[in-house]
Structures are given as structure tokens and as C-alpha cells.
């Protein structure tokens, strides 16, 4: 692979020369025009990248994205470079999200717009919860209101879809989204992933868990292992939102509004 600064006055490349196949904006933001073979693993990529332009950084700090922020991976690489696509060499998942759990704690709104997309990769995910990025994410969920709230309520809906990392969850925090969800003045916004949130939670059951469950007596669910998040269910979502008296009525309202997209979430049991 070769890269070489682009020409700003779009001078064509000499007889004979490779034809590149990708630009690539460093962090810096300089562009360079970039050959990239693509037999060669993104890893390889991201190494030649560095090797050509001089980072002294280890390779393994980087990653590539395209214009649209969807990290290059093997599986679609070949598709990035048949496609022109311009790249950017931007901070690895696993770079990213330490630095995001770090950024939590001063509410940028920035960050968790960001979140919101980063957490559904995997492998940022699982550097963000070990880095103490689900504490930090719950903190910021006590503490926001408006689009901050609406933001950080978003990235953990999105981390649940994972089936590990958010079994430290507890009756306090279910507690807390009930009570948004129940709070008139919460908006739409905020209103939408606090809803999807106690749904995940409900079907968090212990009898719903994959593989084999631990033994239990016949009148009471299966025993979850330690970090699974199959301990919830209903009756543990139920024994938070019965606190809240006005819950019932609040939902059905916005049920009955014209928001049609509250609506996919209606089977949140409220009684």
C-alpha cells in the first residue's frame, strides 16, 4: 500500500504511476491519496498507514472509518475500497471508548450523541463497561434532563441489546426511569428509550436465559448465574413502577396521543 499528500490542484497522476484507490484524512487532517491492496487485513491497512505517514503512535491505537462513521472491518473492506469511499484513520473502538468513559462525567452532549452510535459496536461496548463506562452512563441518567437525559437514556437502550455488561443495574436505577417515564414534563424524546429500557428489563427474565439454568425449587425462577442479566423480569420491573401511582395514567395518555412511535413499546406490563 502507498499513500502520498493530495494535490490540491488535482493534478493527475504520472504514466505508469499506481492509481490510488482511497483518500484517507488523518486525525490532523491532512488527506493523503492512498493505494490500498485489498487482500490485506485492515490491521495491515492501518499499520502501512502509520508506517507511511510517520505516526510514532502504535498502529493498534487506530482504526478507519468512512464518511459515515461505520468502521472498516475485514468483512467490508473490499466493499470500502471498490467503492472509492474517502476514509478517515480515527482512534481504535477500544481507544475510543476509554476516553469516552472518561469524557462522561462532564455531560458533554457531544460525547453521548456520539455514544449513541459507538455503543452498538461490540468491541467499543465491551472496553466501555470495562472501563466503568456503564456506572459513569448511569450517573449521567440521575443527574440530565432534556436532550442530555434523552441521549444517555438512548445509549443504554442501545447497550441492551448486548446479552452481558449491565447486570449491575439495580432497583434504584429502574426505579429512576420509571419515575421519568412517569413525570409529565418529560418529553417525547426522553420518554421513548425510558420506555424501551424497562421492556428490555422485563425481558430480562431468568426463565428466559439461553443454555442451561441453574436448579431451583418449584415455586421460584431459575437462579441467574453471577453476571447474567437474566435476573430481572416483570415482577422485579412491576415492584418498581406500583411506587409510582401516576404511572398508569401518564403512559396511557401518551399512549393515546398521536406520537405513534410510543406506541411499539406498549407492552411494558402496567398492571
Known sequence: ???????????????????????????????????????????????????????KELPSNFALRDETDELVTNDNLRKKIKGKLNLKLVNSPTREARETANKLH?????????????????????????HNGLQELVAVIYDSNGNTLAYALTVMQNLMELDYGWSSL?????????????????LINVCRPAT??????VEADPMSAPGPQLASSSRSPPTAPP?????????????????????????????????????????????
Open 1 to 55: 500500500m502507498s499513500s502520498n499528500p493530495s494535490n490540491a490542484n488535482g493534478t493527475q497522476a504520472r504514466p505508469g504511476a499506481l492509481v490510488p484507490t482511497n483518500n484517507v484524512t488523518t486525525i490532523d487532517g491532512l488527506t493523503v491519496r492512498a493505494r490500498i491492496d485489498p487482500t490485506l487485513t485492515v490491521d495491515d491497512v492501518v499499520k502501512q498507514l502509520c508506517i507511511n505517514l510517520k505516526i
Open 106 to 130: 462532564q455531560r458533554n452532549k457531544l460525547t453521548l450523541f456520539s455514544l449513541q452510535k459507538y455503543i452498538r459496536e461490540e468491541q467499543f461496548a465491551q472496553e466501555f463497561i470495562n
Open 170 to 186: 439495580d432497583d434504584n436505577f429502574i426505579l429512576k426511569v420509571v419515575q421519568i417515564l412517569s413525570s409529565p414534563t418529560s
Open 196 to 201: 424501551a429500557i424497562l421492556k428490555k428489563l
Open 227 to 271: 453476571g447474567s442479566v437474566y435476573r430481572y423480569g416483570f415482577h422485579v420491573v412491576f415492584e418498581q413502577m406500583r411506587k409510582e401511582e401516576k404511572l398508569l395514567e401518564t403512559v396511557v395518555n401518551r399512549l393515546g396521543s398521536a406520537d405513534t412511535a410510543m406506541a411499539q413499546y406498549r407492552h411494558v406490563p402496567l398492571s
